[in-house]
């Protein structure tokens, strides 16, 4: 009896004794997420295109943003920040960016919303200010506007 005794003891003292095993680290392969929208022609054959390219790695976000309105200037440019975690209410997340900025004849680096999420991303704009060191920043961030939207398309449909 004592022989079992002794042998239960060994077996819950090893039980409890294991060494904890090392975390396993799974490594993801970077997405990349495409989105655009075409507006309808004018009168004179022109129309709108923007682009979007969003590459998701972890949570380290870049890509390539291109405003490409009919008959006006251009904005155009690369950006890379971090992205969010999805908020399960809007199934959305949010990427938060510095948008390094080629329009009318300037280079600006400037911050950039992407609200993206079941198809579609929106591209928030709002008043600009200068944070004091060249880069603008949203003057207010409860003010962005998030009413220009893109669909997902193939990204070897973008050009």
């Known amino acids: 009896m004592g022989l079992i005794i002794v042998a239960v003891i060994g077996v819950v003292y090893f039980a409890t004794k294991r060494e904890a095993a090392a975390p396993v680290v799974t490594y993801t392969k970077p997405i990349e997420l495409c989105f ?13 295109k923007d682009t979007l390219r969003l590459m998701l790695d972890g949570e380290n976000a870049t890509g390539e943003l291109n405003l490409l309105p009919a008959e006006k200037d251009s904005l155009v440019g690369k950006f890379e920040g971090t992205v969010g975690a999805v908020d399960k209410v809007a199934m959305a997340r949010t990427a938060n ?8 004849g300037m280079n600006t680096k400037q911050e950039l919303r ?14 600009m200010t200068d944070r004091g060191d ?26």
């Not at 655009?36 to 709108?48: C, F, I, L, S, W």
């Open 114 to 127: 992407i609200v993206f999420g079941e198809g579609t991303a929106y591209i928030g704009f709002g008043e």
């Open 36 to 48: 655009a929208k075409t507006g309808q022609p004018n009168e004179r054959g022109y129309y709108d």
């Open 97 to 104: 960016l510095l948008w390094d900025t080629q329009g009318e």
């Open 134 to 159: 060249g880069v603008y920043v949203y003057k207010d961030p409860a003010k962005i506007d998030f009413s220009l939207s893109l669909t997902d398309v193939s990204c070897s449909d973008l050009k």
